[in-house]
């Protein structure tokens, strides 16, 4: 048993390797380090813009939004690590800013106040789409491209990474679909039902 389970590591480790970077799973920025208590997963993966949001969604998250140089510089010292060994100048990853009409919003709405340009950016404005540049000056300042894959080619590095608020705040800031609002007042009728029997008894 014990051989078995060794081996199975020593499969896990060789696969590690063969890969060379492996995506370390969310990290949470803890309330307690002044965060907000999301968690963030860098996810190596060669998506346009588009796919990297539904594949951030089907995830249960959405792809990060950066709000603030707080969060900026803990996303960004998370993606320097996660790409330590890659050559940074082939490097980036896409954020959930996007462009509609001339104004640049996040996929959660959140207001569009903090930014991060690299120099000379927004430059095109038929690029929409946000992603944080791995090369220098500025590493993983923003950049916007257009809704399409890596151009880096195969020696670049090209990724999303997905934001995810704990299930209690979500509960909280996500709107009832009409559906969950008709099963809650049916199972709060229930619950009154139940009350005024036990009252009558
Ligand atoms: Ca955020
Ligand atoms: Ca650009």
């Given at each position: 048993m014990k051989k078995i389970l060794l081996n199975g590591l020593a499969c896990g480790l060789c696969l590690v390797a063969m890969v060379g970077i492996a995506n370390a799973g969310p990290m949470t920025w803890a309330i307690a380090d002044g965060g907000n208590g999301h968690s963030y997963e860098i996810i190596d993966s060669n998506l346009s813009w588009t796919d990297a949001k539904d594949a951030a969604e089907t995830a249960g998250g959405y792809l990060a939004t950066i709000t603030s140089a707080e969060e900026q510089l803990f996303v960004s010292t998370l993606v320097g690590n996660h790409v330590?060994?890659?050559?940074?100048?082939?490097t980036g990853y896409i954020i959930g800013g996007f462009k509609v009409d001339e104004q640049w919003q996040w996929v959660t709405s959140e207001?569009?106040?903090y930014k991060y340009w690299?120099?000379?950016?927004?430059?095109?404005?038929?690029?929409?789409y946000l992603y944080m540049d791995g090369?220098?000056?500025?590493?993983?300042g923003w950049n916007n491209y257009v809704d399409?894959?890596?151009?880096?080619?195969?020696?670049g590095l090209f990724g999303y990474i997905v934001e995810s608020a704990p299930v209690i705040e979500r509960r909280f800031t996500s709107v009832p679909e009409p559906t969950t609002l008709l099963l809650l007042a049916t199972g709060l009728a229930g619950i009154a039902a139940v009350n005024i029997r036990r009252h009558k008894k």
């Open positions: 330590i060994g890659a050559t940074a100048d082939n207001p569009w106040d690299r120099p000379n950016e927004p430059n095109y404005s038929y690029e929409n090369r220098s000056p500025i590493q993983w399409v894959n890596c151009w880096y080619g195969e020696s």
